[in-house]
Structures are given as structure tokens and as C-alpha cells.
């Protein structure tokens, strides 16, 4: 089955740090741009970051830049975003996606 | 920072046509993409370079692009189809990427 699967989330406090992985299966990803969504509560969809297939290409939100890191390793078919100093605005669920292939994604809670 | 902008709702009657728009200064040389998403459920391609249809998406979801303004038509809207739309594409440089705020679509 084709799918991939995010973890890494949970409760942080603010300026607290946490990374995210996001690990495929039932294909390859290193033939794929990467990127990196998230949802916050009630609201839509915001492109995060994206990473071409050899990583050597990043693109990130200008909120997120210089704070997330987004970098993959195609020997273990898996994107990583690491996030840092982290603010009460970055609250969401954060799914990793090819074009069509989507995770179930994970949340991402910054909080006191 | 560049913006894709789509109506925030959009209804129409089981069976008639809905269209959701989306519009931006940098689609007459960038493609769109159209998701779907259920509550609680993860976004689902069903549009892609601005016309394409993939594998497994019914032949009554349609896109177009022209100018400044792509569109996403639902004909023969079923009540299965009620789900918010987002259009995505790029900003002129092809590398900052950006989805439009959603579209909910009511089939009532």
C-alpha cells in the first residue's frame, strides 16, 4: 500500500523545539518533491516548506524561515522537518505530501 | 507575500454544476492544483496542472485555467461532493508555493 506516515508530534512549550519525520512505503520517495503542510484549528491549509529530490533545493514559508528545517533521506525513504524556537502560531496538524499522496498527519501543539 | 484567493463558500443543488474559482497574478505561467478535503480527513488531489484528473477522480470533476483565474467545476454535484476546495500553485519564481483559503462547498 502506498502511504506515508508523519510522528513526531506533541506538546511543546513556546521556543521549545521538535522534529518531525515523515516515512514512506509502497513506493520510492527519492523520485519526489516533498513538502510539508500544515492546518492549523478551523482553519486551511498553509504550505510550509518543500524539498527537491537529491535535497539540495529548500523552500520555506517566510513565517517559518530560519526557525524549521526540512531535509530527507532517501536511503531510509523519509523527510524530516525540524522546527525550532517555536511559537503558539505554529499550533497544528502538519502533514507531509507528494502531489497526491498525502499523510494522515500529526499535531503539533505549542502551549504553556 | 504572493496570494491565491477563492470565494469562501460556494451551494448549489444536488445534480446542477457548482464552479469554485481561484485566482492569481502569477497563473497565466504557473499551474493549479485543486484538493479536496472531508472533515477530518486528509486533502485529496483532484485536479492537477490546471486540467488533469487523476486516476480514480469521477470524470464530473473538470478544471480550466485562463488569465489570471483558474476554476474547479463540480457537474452533477452529488451530496458526497460537499468538502472544502483548495487551489494551490506557485508564485512567479516557481519556488514559494501557496494555497488559496479554501472554498466550502454545500450540495443542499
Known amino acids: 500500500e502506498v502511504q506515508l506516515v508523519e510522528s513526531g508530534g506533541g506538546l511543546v512549550q513556546p521556543g521549545g523545539s521538535l522534529r518531525l519525520s515523515c516515512a514512506a512505503s509502497?513506493?520510492?520517495?527519492?523520485?519526489?518533491?516533498m513538502k510539508w503542510v500544515r492546518q492549523a484549528p478551523g482553519k486551511g491549509l498553509e504550505w510550509v516548506a518543500n524539498i527537491n529530490q537529491d535535497g539540495s533545493e529548500k523552500y520555506y514559508l517566510d513565517s517559518v524561515k530560519g526557525r524549521f528545517t526540512i531535509f530527507r533521506d532517501n536511503t531510509k525513504n523519509s523527510v524530516y522537518l525540524q522546527m525550532n524556537s517555536l511559537r503558539a502560531e505554529d499550533t497544528a496538524v502538519y502533514f507531509c505530501a507528494t502531489l497526491a499522496i498525502w499523510g494522515q498527519g500529526t499535531l503539533v501543539t505549542v502551549s504553556s | 507575500s504572493y496570494e491565491v484567493t477563492q470565494p469562501p463558500s460556494v451551494s448549489v443543488s444536488p445534480g446542477h454544476t457548482a464552479t469554485i474559482t481561484c485566482s492569481g497574478d502569477?497563473?497565466?505561467?504557473?499551474?493549479v492544483y485543486w484538493y479536496q478535503q472531508k472533515s477530518g480527513q486528509a486533502p485529496v488531489l483532484v485536479i492537477y496542472e490546471d486540467s488533469k484528473r487523476p486516476t480514480g477522480i469521477p470524470e464530473r470533476f473538470s478544471g480550466s485555467s485562463s488569465g489570471t483565474m483558474a476554476t474547479l467545476t463540480v457537474s452533477g454535484a452529488q451530496v458526497d461532493d460537499e468538502a472544502d476546495y483548495y487551489c494551490y500553485s506557485a508564485d512567479s519564481s516557481g519556488n514559494y508555493w501557496v494555497f488559496g483559503g479554501g472554498t466550502k462547498l454545500s450540495v443542499l
Open positions: 509502497g513506493f520510492t520517495l527519492s523520485n519526489n518533491l
Open positions: 502569477a497563473l497565466p505561467k504557473k499551474y
